[in-house]
């Protein structure tokens, strides 16, 4: 590890969701595309005003629904009609009736599991190391501070002249960060 | 739990900022991460102790039982379904209302659940894993539990019978205890992150670090989250109601009177939403009382919590009655006898009317606005509101069953001093559990107290508006 350490990106720390929002307006506006904002708690709107996409994880956790009524059906109906069918108390080997619990309780079981893992995925967690935590205060982001970073891989992005355009949102610290 | 010289440090702490009532998003991380900072108090011990202590009488007994057989219960010919199942579904009922805070009012907006999600959803799981014990021994050999699930195995050959409703319970309740734990613990991630960037040693560092899963915070990470917590909020929502539905066919699908009714399943969750809710009071009523959350736990929470009593201990009032009415109204003698003799004046009446007292009448007291905001009246009706749910599984469990269709075989169900421990061990388990909980855990969702907070804009007006906004005053917001 010899080399010089690459940049990440600069570090705009602000006291309030409101100036985050509008320095992210701001940037956008300035033709700033790759950037992320780190926050205590989720931001109304934030996703709108980064350009991000809608969360897929809805059509995942569809699939996984559709996993689970169709593992349901299968267990119910194999091992009751084909595998061992066992005559008790008159009632058909197959029926759908009584068969519903238990495609209601794996299919919300398997969607669960989806959602869960579906979004450590999506958000590549558990993750060991992220270039935010060398960020000086990046303790208080989970606290009370709002944080954005316009990545240095932004086309736009320029050390002095990205620093003086934050500053002027209102940033009451400007840090760069390493990869 | 008393760690009432904490009250001291924090109040220091927190003054002036939480108490007059203009908290900041820094406040809110102080005041709920205090409760895991200070020094672990010598009456948490002492707590641990006496908790630990119980939980480890139900570990005898249940060492006793599973050594010797389930015959040292008072379960026997004709009532072969004694405390054990009343005790399942007395724990399994608790834990609903903790999913009903977590998912039902987070779908319908009820921004007051927000401080008391936390620990409803933890009173879900520990009295889920309460429940989970009966089944898991009441079978005898519980080395053979994993019979249940169809898991193919070299000494059962053969399936599990899909057609009943006890399996249909062993899938409900697994997969509601899942469903419940993975609800709570994706909650719980962006605080262990709180809790993780506050830790000032580097074995909470390493331990709150593992479990927040490296969570930073992005715009992305929420993203991701919010879908998943609405996801699991709508999924859990329908797997609540269904949870205890099931449980009841466990009784409606048998053809035995006082069982037989296709009134059980909304009688059986209304009952649950109604045990549960006393017993997050009970709980809350101590918790604010030791930790000093009032103002993020206030007597709104609390009122509406007794409000939600009142109206489902009615519903369960209603059900009662119907119940008559339908014995009645159907002509069957067998039914008749089942409720009219068995339960209102047969050997059991002093369990139907201690039954009746505490669910149908003592609630009534809620319509009285100054009865349901004193906290030591409602800490008293919110135990008898659990007396009362355990008294009615109980009865219908064993009034159905005393008196078979032959007088020849007709019986009374006595307890056995092992019925009796192991059921007084399950509240240490359940309090151990909360002992460490309190100890070292977010106990309020500090990420969804800032998320609302933010939601009025103006820090300021936070608690007034919650107020007034769950009173149905005004709208959120509109004060500016």
């Not at chain 2, 010289?5 to 003054?15: C, I, N, V, Y």
């Not at chain 2, 936390?118 to 079978?139: D, K, N, Q």
């Not at chain 2, 460490?436 to 936070?462: D, N, Y």
Request: with cysteine; net charge neutral.
């Amino acid at each position: 590890m010899a080399e010089k350490p690459s940049i990440h990106g600069l570090v705009a720390d602000f006291d309030s969701p409101d100036k985050l929002m509008d320095a992210i307006k701001a940037a956008r506006k300035a033709g700033y595309s790759k950037m992320e904002a780190y926050t205590p708690f989720p931001i109304h709107g934030i996703d709108d005003a980064m350009g991000a996409k809608p969360s897929i994880l809805g059509y995942l956790v569809l699939c996984g629904s559709a996993t689970g009524l169709t593992i349901a059906v299968l267990l119910q109906w194999w091992t009751g009609a084909v595998d061992y069918p066992l005559v008790i108390a008159g009632k058909p080997y197959f029926a759908l009736e009584p068969s519903i619990p238990i495609m209601f309780e794996l299919t919300v079981l398997l969607s669960a599991f989806v959602a869960v893992f579906g979004m450590f995925g999506l958000n590549g967690l558990p993750k060991l190391y992220h270039p935010i935590f060398n960020y000086s205060g990046h303790k208080a982001i989970t606290d009370d501070r709002f944080v954005l970073v316009i990545e240095a891989s932004d086309r736009e992005f320029d050390a002095t002249g990205t620093r003086d355009f934050l500053a002027a949102q209102g940033a009451d610290k400007l840090e760069l960060i390493e990869a | 739990m008393a760690e009432l010289s904490h009250a001291q440090e924090m109040k220091e702490r927190l003054t002036p900022s939480l108490t007059s009532g203009h908290p900041s998003y820094h406040d809110v991380t102080e005041a709920v991460s205090i409760i895991s900072e200070v020094k672990t108090h010598r009456n948490w011990y002492i707590a641990l102790a006496i908790t630990t202590s119980i939980t480890g009488i139900m570990g005898l007994m249940l060492a006793y039982l599973v050594a010797t057989g389930v015959g040292v219960w008072g379960n026997n010919g004709p009532v072969g379904w004694g405390w054990d199942i009343t005790n399942f579904v007395f724990w399994i009922g608790i834990g609903h209302a903790g999913t009903l805070i977590s998912a039902i009012l987070f779908l319908f907006r009820q921004k007051w659940r927000t401080s008391i999600n936390r620990f409803a959803e933890a009173m879900t799981l520990f009295a889920v894993a309460c429940a989970g014990i009966y089944p898991a021994v009441h079978i005898g050999r519980p080395w053979r539990a994993y019979w249940l699930f169809p898991i193919p195995n070299e000494f059962l050959s053969m399936w599990q019978n899909f057609r009943s409703p006890l399996l249909w319970d062993v899938f409900a309740v697994s997969t509601y205890a899942t469903v419940s734990a993975l609800f709570w613990y994706v909650g719980l991630i962006p605080d262990l992150a709180t809790f993780r960037d506050r830790a000032t040693t580097k074995g909470k560092q390493l331990a709150y670090g593992v479990a927040s899963l490296g969570w930073r915070g992005s715009a992305t990470h929420w993203k991701n989250y919010e879908k998943a917590y609405m996801i699991l909020a709508g999924l859990s929502t329908p797997l609540v109601l269904s949870v205890h539905t099931i449980v009841s066919f466990d009784f409606a699908v048998s053809i035995l009177p006082g069982w037989h009714t296709t009134i059980f399943p909304p009688y059986f969750v209304a009952g649950a939403i109604f045990s549960g809710f006393a017993m997050v009071v009970t709980l809350m009523v101590i918790v604010r009382w030791i930790y000093k959350v009032e103002h993020l736990v206030t007597m709104t929470h609390l009122e509406n919590m007794n409000k939600v009593i009142l109206a489902t201990g009615t519903i369960v009032g209603y059900a009662y009655a119907t119940e008559f009415f339908t014995a009645w109204y159907s002509g069957n003698p067998y039914e008749s006898y089942v409720f009219f003799v068995s339960r209102a004046t047969g050997p059991y009446a002093w369990a139907y009317w201690s039954m009746i007292s505490c669910n149908v009448i003592s609630p009534q007291f809620f319509w009285f606005k100054k009865l349901r905001t004193s906290l030591p009246f409602m800490f008293v009706i919110s135990i008898i509101v659990n007396i009362g749910m355990w008294f009615e599984r109980f009865v219908i469990i064993a009034t159905s069953l005393h008196r078979d269709y032959l007088p020849a075989s007709w019986g009374y169900f006595r307890p056995t001093f092992v019925d009796i421990l192991t059921f007084f061990g399950t509240f240490g388990l359940f309090l151990t559990l909360f002992v460490f909980f309190t100890r070292f855990l977010p106990i309020i969702a500090i990420s969804e107290v800032k998320g609302m907070m933010a939601q009025t804009h103006h820090e300021e007006h936070f608690l007034d508006e919650a107020v007034a906004a769950s009173e149905g005053k005004q709208p959120v917001g509109a004060a500016h």
